[in-house]
């Protein structure tokens, strides 16, 4: 694998992750839930967040098969 866009991804991920993260501590964001009744997250979940909740779990099986491989060969 080229090392220098390995690298390049790489930064340009730290960089977009750490924008996001003082953008959410900069701001007026309260984690807390609006509402404490089951059926009414789960329908926020499968309704509202159901496309971002599949692709992270997409992500984390490729990323957990790519793992796989990587340990796996031998060079």
Partial sequence: MNKKAAFSVTLIFIIVFLYEV??????EYVFAPQSQVISQIST????????????ISMIL??????????????D
């Fill in 44 to 55: 926020g979940l499968f309704n509202s967040y159901l496309l971002p909740f599949e692709l």
């Fill in 22 to 27: 003082v953008q959410i501590t900069g701001s």
């Fill in 61 to 74: 099986v490729g990323s957990i098969i790519g793992v796989l491989y990587i340990a796996g060969r031998n």
